[in-house]
């Protein structure tokens, strides 16, 4: 697997001040994407052991809420088998930290006979904390809503959908989608 950059210290991409890797490699191509690049697979460098130790070694600074993995899209394939044992060794050595994670698939999607479905997703589904999911919709784009660009995505609580059995939405869901009903 490749990746595009990390970001220390980014406030952008999920609840308090995180680390965010940024995975090369997309399918989906949305009309409008904010990095195309990204979408070449192999964009950017290599993921190593360096540099999961340079993302662990980083996030033991005390004022990370946690890890954010975005893309390109990591919920490919190929992305699902390198991530998996990085996000296991986060979640073992970090437990304090919280993992959200971007898609631009549905979580439906991501479920068993769903077309990203793979021997690795339920253990990634199950190691996040947050899932922010579905395209990027440019006629649906919103600069107010937070953690997302457009207003079709949704902030899915993972903890309480994998125990429900059913998505259940984070309530920063509703953060900024007030003015869409008014």
Request: net charge negative.
């Amino acid at each position: 697997m490749y990746y595009g950059t990390i970001k220390k210290a980014d406030i952008a991409n999920g609840e308090g001040v995180r680390v965010s890797l940024f995975v090369s490699g997309c399918t989906n191509a949305c009309p409008g994407c904010f990095q195309p690049e990204t979408w070449d697979f192999h964009y950017g460098s290599e993921f190593t052991k360096a540099t999961e130790d340079e993302i662990i070694n980083e996030l033991k600074s005390g004022y990370y809420q946690g890890l954010t993995v975005l893309g390109g899209e990591p919920f490919e394939p190929s992305n699902q088998i390198a991530l998996l044992p990085f996000l296991k060794r986060v979640h073992e050595e970090l437990p304090n930290r919280d993992i959200w994670m971007f898609t631009g698939n549905l979580y439906e999607d991501l479920l068993p006979g769903g077309r990203r479905y793979t021997e690795a997703t339920d253990e990634i589904l199950d190691l996040i904390d947050i899932l922010v999911d579905g395209r990027f919709e440019q006629s649906k784009m919103n600069l107010r809503i937070k953690f997302r660009g457009s207003t079709n995505q949704r902030i899915i609580d993972m903890k309480k959908t994998r125990a429900a059995g059913e998505v259940v939405l984070s309530p920063l869901n509703a953060k900024g989608l007030e003015d869409e009903k008014r």
